[in-house]
C-alpha cells in the first residue's frame, strides 16, 4: 500500500508562486508515473501534469503549461509541482497520484491518492 501526503498549498495573490509536494510512504515510488490533479469548487476534478517513473517525460495540460513544473526526486521519494504565474482560476485543491501506467491522463489509471492540499489564489 502507498500512502501520498501532499503539503505546500495556501494563499497568493495573483502572480504569485507555490510549490507543492507529494511524499509517499509505504512503498518506492520509482516505477510509478506521478501525477497531479486539482479541483475546484462545484467543478470536477481535472488532469494538471504528470511524469514518468523515470523523470524524462512530462505532460500538462493547456491551461498550466508554461507556468507549472513537475519534476521528482526518487531518492526522496517525492514529487513537486512548481507553480508560477498563479490566476484566481488555479485556485482549486491539489491531489497527487500514483499510476503504473505510463503518463496517464485520466483518474481511472491511477492507483493511488493523496488527500489533497488547498491552493487559494487571490486576484
Known amino acids: 500500500q502507498v500512502q501520498l501526503v501532499e503539503s505546500g498549498g495556501g494563499s497568493v495573490q495573483s502572480g504569485g508562486s507555490l510549490r507543492l509536494s507529494c511524499v509517499a510512504h509505504g512503498r518506492t515510488l520509482t516505477y510509478y508515473a506521478m501525477g497531479w490533479f486539482r479541483q475546484a469548487a462545484a467543478k470536477e476534478r481535472e488532469f494538471v501534469s504528470v511524469?514518468?517513473?523515470?523523470?524524462?517525460?512530462?505532460l500538462y495540460s493547456d491551461s498550466v503549461k508554461g507556468r507549472f513544473t513537475i519534476s521528482r526526486d526518487n531518492a526522496k521519494n517525492t514529487v513537486y509541482l512548481q507553480m508560477n504565474s498563479l490566476k484566481p482560476e488555479d485556485t482549486a485543491v491539489y491531489y497527487c497520484a500514483a499510476s503504473r501506467w505510463p503518463n496517464p491522463r485520466q483518474e481511472d489509471e491511477y492507483n493511488y491518492w493523496g488527500q489533497g492540499t488547498q491552493v487559494t489564489v487571490s486576484s
Open positions: 511524469i514518468s517513473w523515470g523523470g524524462t517525460s512530462t
